[in-house]
Nanobody, 123 residues
């Protein structure tokens, strides 16, 4: 079964750091573009950071200079390093990725979401 699983969330004080991981499992051939989104209670889901298959990244304005997205294709993993965290960064963080995988003698591509991981930043 192809899926994305996030980890690394938790409770941290303002100014602290966390690193989120998103692992693609199953018969993965490659991760194509990947993104991190977040959603706080009462808010719409917003794009935090994205990276394409060539490693080019872009960020939401609120996290530029503080967050870094990266990928390790050998491990089928995408990371989000979050530094200088603020209380307004509190949200559930979701990984989204285009995955190419092998099943039933052919390659398939689909868009997948992880289950989310809670990040809480205390003031």
């Amino acid at each position: 079964q192809v899926q994305l699983v996030e980890s690394g969330g938790g409770l941290v004080e303002a100014g602290g750091s966390l690193r989120l991981s998103c692992v693609a499992s199953g018969s993965i051939w490659r991760i194509n573009a990947a993104s991190w989104y977040r959603q706080a209670p009462g808010n719409q889901r917003e794009l935090v950071a994205a990276v394409d298959s060539g490693g080019t990244s872009n960020y939401g304005d609120s996290v530029k200079g503080r967050f870094t997205i990266s990928r390790d294709d050998a491990k089928n993993t995408v990371y989000l390093q979050m530094n200088s965290l603020k209380p307004e960064d509190t949200a559930v963080y979701y990984c989204n990725a285009g995955l190419t995988y092998y099943s039933r003698d052919k390659y398939w591509t689909g868009d997948y979401w992880g289950q989310g991981t809670q990040v809480t930043v205390s003031s």
